[in-house]
């Protein structure tokens, strides 16, 4: 069956394809595992992904960055799948794999033809209860995460400077932690550690599998249970309620690292998403975050890096959805010239100006016209649309409340976006991070801009 | 927004279809439709009705290759500025018209093509209004003074950061080492940026962005006769320039070098490489399997089993070849702590001699065939990659019947094939090195 969105009408005023629900189905198996599929028969190509609701902000103190250290480990080799062999079968198959950590989950996808679901759930199905650990392998992998760190992390400038605003912004909230890690828990990490990750978290009665593409869904279940039904549910550990208690006062800091220019990270604490139905706030902010940067033209482009050109970058956004409370986020860098207290000062005056004098009937239109055209470009990915429905599911809303919060966005009013601007963008509730560009040493003050081979 | 950005396993960089290039397998590929506008235009369509919309894109050969070695940086300029100001459209305008009605634009800039490309609904309120614009910037771009001079302001920035940047130091310098004055090697410096003035980037598209060079791509939710319409509005009236789209040959066999650049960072940054191969080679499907092996599949390379699953060195390892109309790059990357980079390095070194010294096995090569071949239906599962390879067929002048052969001509490739390329192509002892962030000489 194709894709039908035949509820649609053209003109501006698009009404979203609640259509697309219809083709997802779900089943919970004896053993706790939600199996939730999505046909999509456009390309005879699947994708399987498997989200266990265990992410960095499970973690304890001491052992930052394992979530993402076992799922480092996932690909090292179960009892009757041998070390290297996971990742060579589904090469063979004709596949593509990875996996990735958030602060709220951590997921394990392989995208097939639709031929190859079987050996998909084979393999993905005996990872989830055999895993075999040995210290050899960990030895070897925690060296590749370090080096991870290193990478992403440590040499990056901006990415510091992130961890650092995170560390800063948030003192009772493990969204604190780096999902990596602190390097110093990295090193003193064993295989003990991981296994006992494995243990309390990777469970079916934790976990959703998601099967997007060209598939039936009844045989995805039938096949399903016959991979995964067989194996045990355990008891979970619990699972901490955090909350983050008010900032009651702006917070700075700075960090120096080599770069040529300086940045500027200002961060508001806002709460996400708890009850589709019933919140408004959250939905304010995703509209407040696309009329200041929704598009080329949005007003802090347009202000700072356009007209006043007190900015070579600009941005801003707003993640809505999470385990836990989210920021929003604005972030620049300087135009040459000007300081980040110059930068600072230019937000500070669209921020105010947006809460004194509101938002136009237009530019909400325009956010909300973008919302409904990207809901038909995201049907062209069967990737992004199992990726949202898992996200959806590990953090607690559950997918059905996608068609919802189209709704809820499609309704938010000028005065809720002046409102929510009104309510979060205050001082006390503010961490600014700085950038403090550092010369390279062993770099002499550089005349022309070139680089010499030593 | 970052907050909730998670991280993913590995590195592998995930190339982009221009590099990987094109597969077919058994499976159904799709009908390619193929004509010439009447203003000389090529046009690549494929129908296809299932989602209500429509991706468009119009290259031409007018990448940072093409720029006169006298006035680098205007390709990028007169690329980058199309959508900043057009017939009765200033750059905001535009920006705002297409966020109405929620079409998406974007820009193609490398060393061989420059172009436009926009993702709109196809019903005719959005797609009318999105076309109309895209046509008017390719059409009738004005390059206002005012707004050339801030985007050289903020390039001189941007060029300036990279200069601190481990990756972009050792990018720069390994182009230079690879590719030494050929422009697939060249790095716009600041000076570069200063002297560029309106009339270059005039001069540029006048003679650049010829209707007869232009390749329109068309995907979605059209009819044959729209797509036509379609294809004639958007390139009518394009300058008729009469640049050359042939770039200059690339001297092949380089010396062997090695540049030691000291740099604060904890990793080190090393890339080693020597001019590859271009589209047309016929060396290139062989090139292309036996990469698979080497370093160009993940996690079954023989890069990334030896540097990252034996020995934990690194995260990221990788080598490919970039077909380009001249040899592009073949280039092996990785990054290393400090301490153990001479000896990543070394290892890296011996992978690649025993490589090309003694090629594949007959099991390594059915499982690169394997991958590729019954990965094929995965590159062609979206409109937005299906676009692509439209491009790509269109700008490479490649046959019709590409996707289809392409699983063929795989199949075909032999591990004497390999070795015999590799062997001719590569050589151990005249590559280029650049380690940026160098452990200190000992």
Request: with cysteine.
């Amino acid at each position: 069956m194709r894709i039908r969105i035949f509820n649609f009408c053209c003109g501006l005023l698009l009404l979203v394809p609640f259509s697309i629900q219809a083709e997802v189905f779900e089943k919970t198996l004896g053993n706790g595992l939600k199996v939730i599929v999505k046909e999509d028969h456009r390309a005879p190509v699947l994708v399987q992904q498997v989200w266990y609701r265990a992410g960095s902000m499970d973690e304890r103190t001491g052992t930052t960055g394992v979530a993402h250290v076992l799922e480092h480990m996932m690909f090292k080799g179960t009892k009757s799948v041998p070390m290297g062999e996971f990742s060579k079968r589904i090469a063979a198959a004709g596949g593509r794999e990875n996996a990735f950590t958030s602060y709220d989950y951590t997921a394990y996808f392989q995208q097939l033809h639709k031929s190859k679901l079987p050996l998909a759930m084979q393999l993905e199905s005996d990872r989830m209860h055999n895993l075999q650990l040995t210290a050899e392998e960990f030895g070897k992998e925690i060296r590749v995460v370090m080096e991870e760190r290193r990478m992403r992390t440590d040499d990056e400038p901006h990415a510091l400077m992130y961890e650092k605003l995170m560390a800063t912004a948030y003192q009772e909230h493990p969204y604190q932690h780096p999902i990596i890690g602190w390097m110093n828990d990295l090193e003193a990490m064993t295989a003990a550690d991981a296994q006992e990750w494995y243990k309390s978290w990777y469970a079916p009665n934790n976990a959703v599998l998601i099967v997007a593409g060209d598939v039936d869904a009844k045989a995805v279940f039938k096949l399903a249970e016959q991979n995964y039904g067989k194996i045990k549910a355990r008891p979970l550990p619990v699972r901490k309620a955090y909350r983050e208690s008010p900032q009651l006062g702006i917070k700075r800091l700075t960090l120096k690292a080599p770069a040529e220019l300086p940045h500027l990270i200002m961060a508001y604490h806002t709460p996400t998403l708890k009850n589709a139905e019933t919140d408004t706030l959250p939905y304010a902010l995703d509209v407040l975050a696309g009329i200041l940067d929704g598009n080329e033209s949005a007003r802090m482009n347009t202000a700072l890096v356009r007209e006043q050109q007190i900015a070579s970058e600009i941005g801003a956004g707003y993640d809505s959805t999470g385990r836990g409370p989210s920021m929003f986020v604005l972030e620049g860098t300087p135009s040459a010239g000007k300081s980040v207290a110059d930068l600072e000062a230019a937000i500070r005056e669209q921020l105010l100006k947006l809460i004194r004098e509101g938002v136009s009937a237009e530019e909400l239109q325009r956010v909300k016209a973008q919302v409904t055209a990207n809901e038909v470009y995201k049907l062209d990915s069967v990737f992004y649309q199992a990726m949202q429905i898992g996200q959806m599911e590990s953090i607690g809303l559950g997918y059905k409340v996608l068609p919802v919060m189209l709704k809820k966005l499609q309704e938010v009013t000028a005065q809720q976006v002046q409102d929510a601007a009104r309510e979060i963008l205050k001082d006390d509730n503010l961490t600014i991070a700085v950038l403090d560009p550092q010369p390279l040493s062993n770099k002499p003050k550089k005349a022309g801009g070139n680089i010499h081979a030593h | 927004m970052r907050t909730n950005w998670p991280i993913m396993r590995t590195g592998v960089i995930f190339l982009s279809l221009i590099i990987n290039a094109l597969y077919s397998s058994a499976s159904a590929t799709p009908t390619i439709q193929h004509w010439q506008a009447a203003s000389g235009a090529r046009v690549y369509f494929v129908e296809n009705h299932d989602l209500p919309m429509l991706d468009v894109a119009v290259t031409f050969p007018a990448g940072s290759g093409f720029d006169d070695p006298a006035k680098l940086g205007v390709a990028g300029f007169v690329n980058g500025m199309l959508d900043a100001g057009t017939d009765g459209l200033n750059e905001d305008e535009i920006g705002r018209k297409l966020a109405d009605i929620g079409a998406q634009k974007a820009s193609q800039f490398d060393p061989d093509r420059a172009g436009l490309s926009m993702r709109t609904l196809s019903y005719p309120a959005q797609r009318e209004v999105a076309l109309d614009i895209l046509a008017r910037m390719l059409q009738r771009p004005l390059f206002p003074e005012a707004i050339l001079a801030r985007e050289k302001v903020r390039l001189i920035a941007a060029l300036k950061e990279a200069e601190t940047k481990p990756e972009s130091i050792a990018a720069k310098a390994f182009g230079k080492a690879v590719f030494a004055m050929h422009p697939y090697g060249t790095s716009i410096e600041v000076p570069d940026v200063e002297k560029i003035q309106r009339a270059d980037l005039e001069n540029y598209y006048r003679s650049h962005y010829a209707a007869k060079a232009a390749v329109v791509a068309l995907m979605g939710d059209l009819t044959r006769a729209q797509a036509e319409a379609i294809a004639q509005q958007l390139t009518e009236k394009l300058p008729d320039g009469a640049a050359s789209t042939q770039l200059p040959a690339v001297t092949i066999h380089i010396q062997s070098s090695e540049q030691r650049i000291a740099h604060p960072a904890s990793q080190s940054h090393i890339l080693i490489g020597t001019p590859g191969v271009a589209r047309s080679d016929p060396d290139y499907f062989p090139l292309y399997v036996g990469n698979y092996i080497l370093g160009g599949g993940g996690f079954v390379s023989r890069l990334m089993n030896e540097i990252r699953e034996k020995r934990g060195m690194a995260y990221s390892v990788y080598s490919y070849f970039m077909p380009m109309q001249q040899p592009g790059a073949f280039q092996i990357g990785l990054q290393t702590k400090k301490e153990q980079a001479d000896e990543a390095l070394k290892l890296t070194r011996a992978t690649l001699r025993e490589f090309v010294e003694k090629g594949v096995s007959a099991k390594e090569l059915q499982a690169a065939k394997d991958n590729i071949i019954g990965g094929f239906p995965l590159r062609i599962d979206s409109n937005k990659k299906i676009l692509e390879y439209l491009s790509v067929i269109g700008f490479y002048n490649l046959p019709l019947n590409y996707l289809d052969d392409f699983t063929v001509q795989v199949g075909r490739v032999s591990a004497a094939q390999i070795h015999d390329a590799f062997k001719r192509r590569i050589h151990p002892d005249a590559m280029a090195t650049v380690v940026v962030g160098a452990p200190e000489v000992k």
